[in-house]
């Protein structure tokens, strides 16, 4: 992560952090810092550290992985926003970050959480991290149950957590991305979330530091991918970098969270959009669905028997849907409309005023707006039969 750890990287950038927070943490690396041959002042001020022995030790290659996580995250966390998303992850984890703040920036802020409470709170920052990456992804791919086994869901354990990390370790040691990876797990009442980091492709990047000198950095990129179990449903959803990983995915928490490893089918056919081939404005009404005030069509691609072999794209205007424009009756799309490839729907929750949006496509996709509550819109999707209903859970209305 050398690349990027940018409060490090120059004499300048270490001159803006509190030299007695820095050295507190550099100060839980003893053998390091030996290594380095170069010792820690007693009273640490702007004019007593070795800023440049600090800005080596913390570039070098051979830095030890706890500490090169620390700055790297120090590095994303260090502004007003990261600061925000510490704070909520420790509310959220019930710690408390007892420490004043007065005359320190977010940066110094940032190592104050990964030091209070030591070593409690190490892993604080890169959950926060975590999670802000995890409700940035908006486009998931859909694995189904091959059968339905929801009763036997177990609540992944310490050791089988361990033992996951140690496989996909592994697993992207064997794709010669070497090692650095870690999974990060979010338990809530419906669903269970695991953010997967792993070391990506080898970039080379030319740079300019602050100073005015030319650099070149190779690193490797971390990388995040999102595993999310619905135990409601019993989908397994896919954020990833790389197609080729859904497989290791499929079986490895499977695995964790079942004791087998063919729990989640292939299947690419997971959503259909028949539902609104033919009669289809009941389907919009929200009633039965907890949560959901209001959800519209707003864009949709789709075939017809008049214009065979070409896909007609419909879109509403700003503020309108597709049901405002339509004069087929109980039908939005053309009589002869046989197949739809994919839809976007705007939809509004009870305790909101913002609408947000989500897109269908015909296939295993749904791309949505994360600052929604996706779970309430996927209900309807699937009591409205747009979703393969593989377990018999619903009757199609």
């Not at 149950?145 to 310490?158: A, G, I």
């Not at 079942?258 to 089918?265: E, K, Q, S």
């Not at 691609?301 to 008049?306: A, I, P």
């Amino acid at each position: 992560m050398a690349g990027k750890k940018r409060c490090f990287s120059t004499v300048r950038a270490l001159r803006r952090l509190d030299p007695k927070v820095l050295c507190e943490v550099l100060a839980k690396f003893p053998d390091y810092l030996f290594e380095r041959k170069f010792s820690l002042p007693a009273e640490p001020s702007s004019e007593t550290v070795q800023y440049e022995a600090v800005r080596d030790a913390c570039m070098a290659e051979g830095i030890p992985h706890d500490l090169d996580d620390v700055l790297f995250f120090v590095s994303m966390l260090g502004n007003t926003q990261g600061w925000d998303k510490i704070q909520r992850e420790a509310k959220f984890q019930g710690k408390r970050l007892n420490f004043k703040n007065v005359d320190l920036s977010c940066a110094d802020l940032a190592m104050k959480a990964w030091l209070c409470d030591w070593p409690k709170n190490k892993h604080l920052l890169e959950q926060s991290y975590a999670r802000a990456k995890f409700l940035s992804l908006s486009s998931y791919v859909y694995l189904p149950m091959s059968k339905d086994v929801r009763k036997q869901y177990k609540t992944p354990t310490d050791a089988g957590m361990d033992a996951t990390r140690k496989a996909l370790e592994e697993y992207f040691i064997g794709q010669e991305l070497g090692k650095g990876s870690n999974v990060v797990v979010y338990d809530g009442e419906k669903e269970i979330s695991f953010l997967v980091r792993y070391p990506g492709q080898m970039e080379r990047h030319a740079a300019i530091d602050n100073d005015g000198n030319t650099a070149n950095h190779v690193f490797k990129p971390e990388e995040y991918d999102a595993v999310v179990y619905d135990k409601v449903y019993g989908y397994l959803r896919l954020n990833t970098n790389r197609a080729k990983d859904h497989t290791r995915y499929r079986i490895a928490f499977a695995d964790l969270l079942f004791g087998a490893a063919n729990v989640f089918a292939k299947e690419k056919n997971v959503f259909t959009l028949n539902p609104l081939i033919g009669p289809c404005r009941e389907i919009f009404k929200c009633d039965d669905i907890p949560g959901l005030a209001e959800i519209a069509l707003i864009e949709v691609g789709f075939v017809s028997l008049s214009k065979p072999g070409m896909e007609e794209i419909w879109r509403s205007d700003h503020d309108c849907s597709l049901l405002d424009y339509s004069v087929n009756g109980m039908h939005i799309l053309p009589k002869d409309a046989f197949s739809c490839k994919y839809a976007k729907f705007r939809y509004r929750l009870k305790d909101r005023t913002k609408w947000v949006t989500i897109t269908v496509h015909a296939g295993d996709t749904l791309t949505y707006e994360r600052d929604g509550d996706c779970a309430v819109v996927e209900e309807w999707l699937m009591r409205r039969g747009f979703t393969k209903d593989t377990l018999g859970l619903f009757v199609k209305r």
